[in-house]
């Protein structure tokens, strides 16, 4: 008699069991402002100065006293010349400075008129304009005021983010250590790019996407290659890829069939939490953990594991639906979610399935969501002609001009 089957898991229960078991990496390295790109902040960053650390000129013009130029058409004598960089004198009364952008206001000075409402004449400027306190004026510590949080940890760095440190000084920052990971690929059917194909066979598209998505992910990634599909096989790489990594990920192997042996050996090796999501594509998901064991059998911890489906548009989904945010909660970032962005649909999808799906879209020059022509999980050019994601409620049908649920790839793939 055939066991019933396991009910299908919601994607967003089985993305909160999966980030509520990731464990932050504890070891953290300082590294200078030019290496740190893509990596998580463990240590917020405050600033000892203000910025900018005093007041300065918007514009090129001429730093006076605005109660000096009592009526458009004022001639002020020009006292000094204040290029940026330069430390000024300060203003004589009656006159004006000139003043370059960036240049720091003289003490006495309250007002710039820019250069366009100026006219000079001889050693004097008039003033073409009745400047008020404060006009052309960026005050000290405008960006940011000394002794406040300018980077907060868990921050993924940017490149603003490492221009914001430079500015207020920070030459380095404290970061996590990139997450280690583990890849290997089940199936005997698979063949390697540039080796014959025999008859029954594919090529292994999967080894080259799953690791370049966690390269871009900033990971550390060890390939075990394809694995047979024998159970004791599978067993003896997971023991070996548990040792020194954060995370394992298969591909393959998740399904019932015969020679499906990632889930028994993942069980014999470990423990398996959760394994078939309701969304289409994507089905055959599985997370857990595996035992480390070191010298002897001493047990070393845990290493985290996700299989993911075989096919390769399955398992292209899955990775930037649960694996991305599953390393960036690993490496404690505070924000793991991607926003949906609403676009209109220039389809019609009027038989939707009663899993979630995640549809294979790019927008048009109107903005708008155009459908790849098949859906189906096995055709991978799906996801080269595409830009992003739809996320399509279950059973919910499509009609054109539709509000779609989208997610892009420019933020998918970022890491």
């Keep these: 008699m055939t066991a019933p089957a396991s009910p299908l898991i919601d994607p967003d229960v089985a993305l909160q069991r999966l980030l509520a078991a990731a464990s932050p990496i504890s070891e953290t390295e300082t590294l200078p402002l030019s290496s740190a790109l893509g990596r998580v902040l463990a240590q917020e960053v405050r600033s000892t100065i203000d910025v900018p650390p005093a007041d300065n000129t918007?514009?090129?013009?001429?730093?006076?006293?605005?109660?000096?130029?009592?009526?458009?058409?004022?001639c002020l004598p020009v006292s000094q010349r204040i290029p940026a960089g330069a430390v000024p004198q300060p203003l004589q009364p009656g006159t004006a400075a000139r003043i370059f952008t960036g240049g720091l206001i003289p003490p006495g000075a309250d007002a710039v008129v820019m250069q366009e409402q100026c006219v000079v004449k001889g050693d004097a400027v008039c003033i073409n304009t009745q400047p008020k306190i404060g006009d052309w004026v960026r005050r000290r510590g405008l960006d940011v005021a000394a002794g406040s949080v300018v980077l907060a940890a868990g921050q993924r760095l940017r490149p603003q983010d490492l221009g914001l440190a430079a500015s207020v000084g920070v030459a380095s920052l404290r970061v996590r250590r990139k997450p280690r990971?583990?890849?290997?690929?089940?199936?005997?059917?698979?063949?390697?790019?540039?080796?014959?194909?025999?008859?029954?066979?594919?090529?292994?598209?999967?080894?080259?996407?799953?690791?370049?998505?966690?390269?871009?992910?900033?990971?550390?990634?060890?390939?075990?290659?394809?694995?047979?599909?024998?159970?004791?096989?599978?067993?003896?790489?997971?023991?070996?890829?548990?040792?020194?990594?954060d995370l394992v990920v298969s591909t393959g192997g998740m399904s019932v069939g015969e020679e499906d042996h990632v889930k028994p050996a993942v069980q014999a090796e470990g423990a398996l939490d959760l394994w078939q999501i309701a969304m289409k594509p994507g089905k055959p998901l599985a997370f857990g953990h595996l035992r480390r064991s070191g010298n002897q059998g001493e047990k070393q911890g845990e290493a985290a594991f996700i299989g993911l489906p075989g096919n390769p548009v399955s398992s292209f989904v899955t990775f930037l639906l649960f694996v991305r945010p599953f390393l960036l909660a690993l490496q404690g970032a505070g924000h793991t979610a991607v926003q949906t962005l609403p676009v209109r649909a220039a389809f019609d999808w009027p038989k939707p399935d009663r899993r979630r799906e995640y549809l294979r879209v790019r927008l048009n020059a109107q903005g708008e969501a155009e459908l790849f022509a098949s859906q189906n999980s096995a055709v991978l050019t799906s996801t080269v002609w595409a830009d992003g994601l739809v996320d399509n409620p279950p059973q919910h049908p499509i009609a054109r001009g539709d509000v779609l649920r989208y997610l892009p790839f420019s933020i998918l793939l970022q890491g």
């Design 58 to 74: 918007a514009m090129d013009g001429y730093a006076l006293r605005s109660a000096d130029v009592s009526a458009a058409g004022a």
């Design 181 to 245: 990971v583990a890849i290997l690929f089940t199936g005997d059917e698979l063949a390697m790019p540039g080796e014959p194909l025999r008859p029954g066979a594919i090529y292994n598209s999967n080894r080259f996407v799953i690791r370049a998505l966690l390269e871009t992910a900033g990971c550390e990634v060890t390939d075990f290659g394809i694995v047979p599909d024998q159970l004791e096989a599978t067993r003896a790489v997971l023991r070996q890829a548990a040792l020194g990594h």
